[in-house]
Every structure is written in C-alpha cells, then in structure tokens.
C-alpha cells in the first residue's frame, strides 16, 4: 500500500487537536413552540418546499418514490427529512436511498451501530445540525454509546482534554478525529488518515456531510412539541 504520509510533513498535532465548536457546558433542552418555525415553512414537510405526493409524479418517477414508500420500507409512514427534499429528484433518490441505507447498517444490519452513530452525532455536532442530533442522540444512546462521549461531542470538548473517558477508545477516537478534521480542516491530515486505515481498512465512506447539507438548504425543521437536544444560539 502506498505510504499516505510519505509526500508530508510530519503531523505533530495532539490527535484530535482540531478546530471544533466549543459551548458553555449550562444546557437545557427545550421543546419546539410553533414561535419557532420560520414562516417559510410548510407544515406537511417541515421544510421549505412542500412534501412531495406521489400523485404528482409521472409514471417513471412514482415507480422510483414507491422503492422508498412502502410497507417494508423505514419510510413505510411517508416522506420526511432529508429524504424527502430528495424526492423532488425522485431518481435521485432511488440511487441514494439503497446507498444511504447500506452506509447507515451495511449488509444485513451488521454494521455497528454505536460507532456509526458516533460518527453521526460528531458530524451533526461539527454542522451545528440540530434536526439530525435530536433525531440521532435517542438512537446512540439506544444503541449503547456511552452518556460520557455523547456530553464530549455535545459540547464540542478536545479529545486532548477528555481523559480516560468510558467507551473512548482508539477507535472511538479516530472516527470523532476524522470527522472533525475533514469538516473543519482544509483536508485530513495525514496521520488521522492512516490511523483511520489500520483500524477500519480501505472501505470505510460516510455521506451524512451530505444530509446534514440537504437539511441546511431546505432548512428543515424539528416539529413543535419535539424536544431540542443541542445547545445551538
């Protein structure tokens, strides 16, 4: 394998030594009123162009919105979030939906959820997204990452201070690197990339980037009586 390293400078950086979003650790969530919600948004999408029905759709593009809506699908309940800001390229939308599906669990569901949300929250985190945290902080805790990471990323803490934290391993370390350096980074340095490498080898490809800036775009909206989980001004 070529030397990712060989062509720069040695990367003396403290691992995890990144510019990150830092906030004053006094938080409490707080539940969504209908003073919240700009008044360019529809209230059938949460967001600023109205959902999609599949009524209006010509015959190609229905065929591709029923991949994603049915009674087998994890939007059997209708369009929402991100996925429904697709829609309005419905063909798109069937090529992301299989691909995020497999990024999201892998192969039969056996991708491991507690890492993937790890990298989930760290991107929502370093975007400032506070639609995909509240949707994404119930699922990390669901499956099983420790409070004690989920209040490091919250409040953006260095992982040079964090200590010897519960569940903060190698692993662990590399993927909140990663992800905060390639968001707030002019690129990953080096050493992260290798470290990425020798822990979770050639395949390792995340696209939640891409979500969170579907949900910036079309500024999709939490619902009132929904609960706000991320200490955003």
């Known amino acids: ?44 999408s949460w967001a600023r162009p109205p959902t999609i029905t599949r009524e209006s759709l010509d015959a190609e593009d229905q065929r591709a919105f029923d991949i994603i809506v049915n009674s087998d699908s994890r939007y059997a309940t209708g369009l929402r979030g991100p996925i429904g800001m697709w829609m309005y390229s419905p063909r798109m939308a069937e090529h992301i939906f299989p691909a995020s599906t497999y990024l999201r669990y892998g192969t039969d569901g056996a991708r491991d959820q507690r890492l993937t949300e790890l990298a989930i929250l760290t991107t929502a985190r370093e975007l400032d997204s506070q639609y995909e945290w509240t949707a994404h902080e119930p699922l990390a805790r669901k499956a099983g990452l420790e409070e004690e990471l989920i209040e490091l990323l919250r409040f953006g803490r260095p992982l040079a201070d964090a200590g010897a934290l519960p569940g903060l391993g190698e692993r662990e370390r590399t993927i909140i690197r990663v992800a905060r350096e390639l968001i707030n980074e002019p690129k990953v340095s080096a050493a992260a990339f290798v470290e990425a490498q020798r822990l979770f080898g050639k395949k390792g490809v995340g696209y939640y980037t891409f979500v969170n800036y579907t949900l910036k775009m079309f500024d999709v909206q939490r619902t009132p009586g929904s609960t706000l989980l991320l200490p955003l001004p």
């Open 1 to 44: 394998m070529p030397c990712a390293s060989c062509h720069s400078p040695p990367d003396t950086r403290e691992p995890g030594a990144v510019t990150t979003t830092t906030t004053t650790e006094a938080f409490t969530p707080r539940e969504v009123t209908a003073a919240d919600i700009p008044p360019d948004i529809h209230e059938d």
